[in-house]
């Protein structure tokens, strides 16, 4: 049967145009949430009320269909920001020093709300020329902080998986080509579980995967990388890619990525450095020492979304031979006009995506609003307050230093005379515990070889050096409870 036909304009639900005033209304309305929320925001539970049984009861209890008629926005907000917002982790807030923070910095919110409305299309050129630019630009801006040179080409993802997933498919295609299946990639045991999985999505499947082993400072052994190399040689592999980490979540690891740089050329491979959590320190002039080598890779992982501040959901990859990452992504439609003159970026030729939003224009402004100088001096603070963190939780009786900062993330864990790798292992969680349900600070743990860490990550805009105070009281507070049992 047929639909039966509306009469244009007919009916008034058919339009989802707003009216000035609601609009306005609306934006006002959120505004002052957000407002109470970023004004309270180093008053709040560091941890958020999580626990684990309450959030499976309260996820099911939140479950329905799609309504069938609308709802004014106030009572969706306040559920928002009273009854969900309270059971998560306080990613944004001052004391996050878990996992690897980045904050949510707010000029990226306004280029969001500027995009969003004005739903310009960025996947291609010709549609929105000086926008496209504008993109081009900060991607411009990340390769000139990397030491990259300019035939480098780049493109924002949704994340740093996703930058390491491109990177793998970029050495896939131009030293494998079709061959895959005899491809062998390198990495160490400390790798983010994301490169296990990009080299998945990428056809290298987990048996062409070497995790190699690490040195005492949890940073990946060469001769472990040159003696592997050759073992596969000599079973008729062809070993391409060495995924190499410029911080590595758990401790903090940077690789010898000059020596591995240095391995990748004599063998004739592709060196991708994972710097989602480090390669922003990079920008600073002062700590490029730390990450030496990392201007050499063939591509980098780089998430804006950590350590440039901004909100979930901006990564970005660096190719040093653009023409390789164009190479696995240019393609073209009948339907599109082409003809992007040759010294124009052109987003879906660069990336596996042709209609996205917008990522470049909250870096974009975020960078502007600043000034790359402003932005700089945050990253090394952050260093600063870890190296400090971790001198003065050093001194607390009973814990052990077990990863210093390399950049701004250390890891320890507690111990006393005659406790047992077990009994570490417990007390160390405990610590965790502690510190965790305290609220004023955040901290998350690692297994390491057996062995449970707590880690502490230093990453937020949003900490300083209070929260630094507040995190070793806490951590000595509750160090000195669990071994006194
Ligand atoms: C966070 C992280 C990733 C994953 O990045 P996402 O942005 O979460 O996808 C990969 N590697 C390292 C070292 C990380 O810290």
Same mark, same amino acid.
């Given at each position: 049967?047929?639909?039966?036909?509306?009469?244009?304009?007919?009916?008034?639900?058919?339009?989802?145009?707003?009216?000035?005033?609601?609009?306005?209304?609306?934006?006002?309305?959120?505004?002052?949430?957000?407002?109470?929320?970023?004004?309270?925001?180093?008053?709040?539970?560091?941890?958020?009320?999580?626990?684990?049984?309450?959030?499976?009861?309260?996820?099911?209890?939140? *479950?329905?269909?799609?309504?069938?008629?609308?709802?004014?926005?106030?009572?969706?907000?306040?559920?928002?920001?009273?009854?969900?917002?309270?059971?998560?982790?306080?990613?944004?807030?001052?004391?996050?020093?878990?996992?690897?923070?980045?904050?949510?910095?707010?000029?990226?919110?306004?280029?969001?709300?500027?995009?969003?409305?004005?739903?310009?299309?960025?996947?291609?050129?010709?549609?929105?020329?000086?926008?496209?630019?504008?993109?081009?630009?900060?991607?411009?801006?990340?390769?000139?902080?990397?030491?990259?040179?300019?035939?480098?080409? $780049?493109?924002?993802?949704?994340?740093?998986?996703?930058?390491?997933?491109?990177?793998?498919?970029?050495?896939?295609?131009?030293?494998?080509?079709?061959?895959?299946?005899? $491809?062998?990639?390198?990495?160490?045991?400390?790798?983010?579980?994301?490169?296990?999985?990009?080299?998945?999505?990428?056809?290298?499947?987990?048996?062409?995967?070497?995790?190699?082993?690490?040195?005492?400072?949890?940073?990946? *052994?060469?001769?472990?990388?040159?003696?592997?190399?050759?073992?596969?040689?000599?079973?008729?592999?062809?070993?391409?890619?060495?995924?190499?980490?410029?911080?590595?979540?758990?401790?903090?690891?940077?690789?010898?990525?000059?020596?591995?740089?240095?391995?990748?050329?004599?063998?004739?491979?592709?060196?991708?450095?994972?710097?989602?959590?480090?390669?922003?320190?990079?920008?600073?002039?002062?700590?490029?020492?730390?990450?030496?080598?990392?201007?050499?890779?063939?591509?980098?992982?780089?998430?804006?979304?950590?350590?440039?501040?901004?909100?979930?959901?901006?990564?970005?990859?660096?190719?040093?031979?653009?023409?390789?990452?164009?190479?696995?992504?240019?393609?073209?439609?009948?339907?599109?006009?082409?003809?992007?003159?040759?010294?124009?970026?052109?987003?879906?030729?660069? $990336?596996?995506?042709?209609?996205?939003?917008?990522?470049?224009?909250?870096?974009?402004?975020?960078?502007?609003?600043?000034?790359?100088?402003?932005?700089?001096?945050?990253?090394?603070?952050?260093?600063?307050?870890? =190296?400090?963190?971790?001198? *003065?939780?050093?001194?607390?009786?009973? =814990?052990?230093?077990?990863?210093?900062?390399?950049?701004?993330?250390?890891?320890?864990?507690?111990?006393?005379? +005659?406790?047992?790798?077990?009994?570490?292992?417990?007390?160390? *969680?405990?610590?965790?515990?502690?510190?965790?349900?305290? $609220?004023?600070?955040?901290?998350? +743990?690692?297994?390491?070889?057996?062995?449970?860490?707590?880690?502490?990550?230093?990453?937020?805009?949003?900490?300083?050096?209070?929260?630094?105070?507040?995190?070793?009281?806490?951590?000595?507070?509750?160090?000195?409870?669990?071994?006194?049992?």
């Amino acid at each position: 049967m047929e639909p039966r036909l509306v009469k244009g304009d007919g009916s008034p639900e058919a339009s989802l145009e707003l009216t000035m005033p609601e609009m306005r209304s609306m934006c006002d309305d959120a505004m002052r949430r957000v407002m109470d929320h970023l004004g309270s925001i180093g008053q709040q539970h560091a941890r958020g009320d999580v626990t684990h049984e309450d959030a499976v009861s309260l996820c099911r209890s939140m *479950r329905e269909g799609a309504p069938e008629t609308g709802s004014p926005l106030a009572p969706l907000l306040d559920a928002y920001f009273g009854e969900w917002l309270p059971h998560t982790l306080t990613t944004n807030g001052p004391g996050y020093m878990a996992y690897v923070p980045g904050g949510g910095i707010f000029p990226a919110a306004i280029a969001d709300f500027v995009s969003d409305t004005t739903n310009r299309f960025t996947g291609a050129w010709f549609a929105s020329p000086p926008l496209v630019q504008l993109e081009a630009n900060v991607l411009d801006w990340l390769r000139a902080w990397m030491g990259f040179p300019p035939e480098t080409r $780049g493109v924002f993802t949704t994340g740093g998986s996703t930058a390491t997933f491109n990177g793998i498919v970029c050495a896939r295609e131009k030293l494998l080509g079709p061959d895959i299946r005899r $491809g062998v990639l390198y990495t160490s045991t400390q790798a983010h579980h994301s490169v296990k999985k990009s080299a998945r999505l990428a056809g290298i499947a987990d048996d062409r995967i070497r995790a190699l082993p690490v040195d005492e400072r949890f940073r990946m *052994r060469i001769d472990a990388l040159e003696s592997a190399i050759a073992e596969d040689r000599r079973a008729g592999l062809v070993p391409f890619l060495v995924v190499s980490a410029a911080g590595t979540t758990n401790t903090g690891a940077v690789d010898p990525l000059d020596t591995v740089a240095d391995v990748c050329a004599r063998e004739r491979m592709w060196h991708h450095v994972d710097g989602a959590y480090g390669a922003f320190f990079h920008a600073c002039e002062e700590l490029r020492p730390l990450l030496a080598g990392l201007s050499r890779a063939d591509s980098l992982t780089l998430d804006p979304h950590k350590g440039l501040f901004l909100p979930y959901g901006t990564g970005a990859l660096l190719v040093r031979d653009g023409a390789a990452l164009r190479a696995v992504h240019a393609a073209s439609a009948d339907y599109l006009p082409g003809g992007t003159p040759p010294d124009m970026y052109d987003p879906s030729e660069h $990336g596996p995506d042709l209609s996205r939003g917008f990522p470049g224009l909250r870096v974009w402004l975020t960078v502007k609003i600043f000034g790359a100088a402003r932005l700089r001096a945050a990253i090394a603070e952050k260093r600063i307050l870890a =190296v400090e963190a971790a001198a *003065r939780i050093a001194r607390i009786p009973g =814990v052990v230093m077990v990863a210093l900062p390399q950049l701004s993330l250390f890891a320890f864990h507690v111990t006393w005379p +005659g406790a047992s790798r077990e009994d570490e292992n417990t007390a160390t *969680r405990a610590v965790l515990e502690r510190v965790g349900a305290r $609220g004023r600070v955040l901290l998350s +743990g690692c297994n390491v070889a057996g062995r449970e860490l707590a880690r502490v990550c230093v990453l937020s805009f949003r900490t300083r050096s209070a929260n630094i105070d507040a995190c070793v009281e806490d951590v000595a507070a509750a160090v000195a409870e669990v071994s006194r049992r």
